[in-house]
Each structure stands twice: as C-alpha cells, then as structure tokens.
Antibody
C-alpha cells in the first residue's frame, strides 16, 4: 500500500546536526513533491520544507532557512531532511508527507507517522 | 503569512450528535483548504480537500463547506472513532502552507 516511513530521529545536543530519512513505497515516488512537517509536543502542525518531484526546486519555512536542507534520491525512493544548528525549540515529531499529484489542489494526501527529534543537552 | 484560526479549541459532543468545527483564514484562500484528522501517535489523515471534496475513504458523515476566509467541517452523527484532533490547512499560498492550531473533539 501507499506508505511513507520516517527514520533517523533521536536525541541531539543543541547546535548539532541530524539527518532524517523518508522512505516511500507503493507509488511512483519520482512523480510527487515531498514535504516535511513537524509537531512539537502537545502543539499543532508546522510546515518545514518541500522539494519538487525532480529535486529542481526547494522551499523552506523562514524558521529553518539556512540551517535545514531538503533533498531526495529518486533511485532510492527516499527523501531527506538535513538539520543543522538544531535548537531546543525544534524538539518535535517530524513527518514527511506526499503532495497530491493534482496541481489545482496541491494538498498533502499521504503522511508518515513521523520520527521523534529531541534537542537537549 | 496566512494565519489559520480554528474554533473552538476543544469541543465536547456526545456520540450520535452533530459536531461543527470552524476554521478562519486571515486572508482569502479561495477553496484551497484541507481538513485532517489526527489520533494520538498516528499520522494525520486527509479527510477533505478543496474545502468540500471528501477524500477516498472519508465517510459520508464528514462534510466540508466554505470558501474565502470562513470554513466549516461538520460531522453529522459522531461515531466513537471520530474523537480526535482536527486541523485545517491552507495551500493557497503554495508552497508556504499553514495549519490551524487544531480542534480537539472529545466525548461528552
């Protein structure tokens, strides 16, 4: 079935780096844009970044611009989020999500369960 | 940035009753709005997109309405599995998506 599975979360000290992965299955990964969305404990959803289906364009939330990098490897059906200079308030569950293939309605139609990132000394 | 405001924050309703959740945008998002359901420890699940189109698998008791800045998600007769947190999301300002803060639907 159509599925996204995140991995790579863990405990990291403030100022350090972490790379998250998002493995796709059940659909043609190279045809879809992929987003990352995070959710701090007890809080709502915050959009983080998106990458085009072919990796040609990437966009970021202002809060992570210059520190986070989104990428993908279509040969491995996997997207990544490289997070540098992490801060304590970035402790969250990080979800990846597929953007629907409908250009007139580019919402997120498939989500992963997320991977937990804890930024703490 | 488009700010999405959901109300109420918590809604207590009895099973079998009707629930009405609201979402307001700080500026027009046309009909570029989606509703998601999230249960503890689970991924968000898409329910509605285009403000009123039910996604495949979304029960008919869920309906979305509105356009511009005012939107509503209605659940006509609550089932036990419907108690969850609901988020609205605008995608009019692609690619900068914004979500509401969520409405927790709890059993009365």
């Amino acid at each position: 079935q159509v599925q996204l599975v995140e991995s790579g979360g863990g405990v990291v000290q403030p100022g350090r780096s972490l790379r998250l992965s998002c493995a796709a299955s059940g659909f043609t990964f190279r045809n879809y844009a992929i987003h990352w969305v995070r959710q701090a404990p007890g809080k709502g959803l915050e959009w983080v970044a998106v990458i085009y289906y072919d990796g040609s364009n990437k966009y970021y939330a202002d809060s992570v611009k210059g520190r986070f990098t989104i990428s993908r490897d279509n040969s491995k059906d996997t997207a990544y989020l490289q997070m540098n200079s992490l801060r304590g308030d970035e402790t969250a569950v990080y979800h990846c999500a597929r953007e629907s293939g409908n250009p007139s309605s580019p919402h997120m139609d498939v989500w992963g369960r997320g991977t937990t990132v804890t930024v703490s000394s | 940035e488009i700010v999405m405001t959901q109300s109420p924050a918590i809604l207590s309703v009895s099973p079998g009753e009707r629930a009405t959740l609201s979402c307001r945008a700080s500026q027009s998002v046309s009909n570029n709005l989606a509703w998601y359901q999230q249960k503890p420890g689970q991924a968000p699940r898409r329910l509605i997109y285009g403000a009123s189109t039910r996604a495949t698998g979304t029960p008919a008791r869920f309906s979305g309405s509105g356009s511009g800045t005012e939107f509503t998600l209605t659940i006509s007769s609550l089932q036990s599995e419907d108690f969850a947190v609901y988020y609205c999301q605008q995608y009019n300002n692609w690619p900068v998506y914004t979500f509401g803060q969520g409405t927790k639907l709890e059993i009365k």
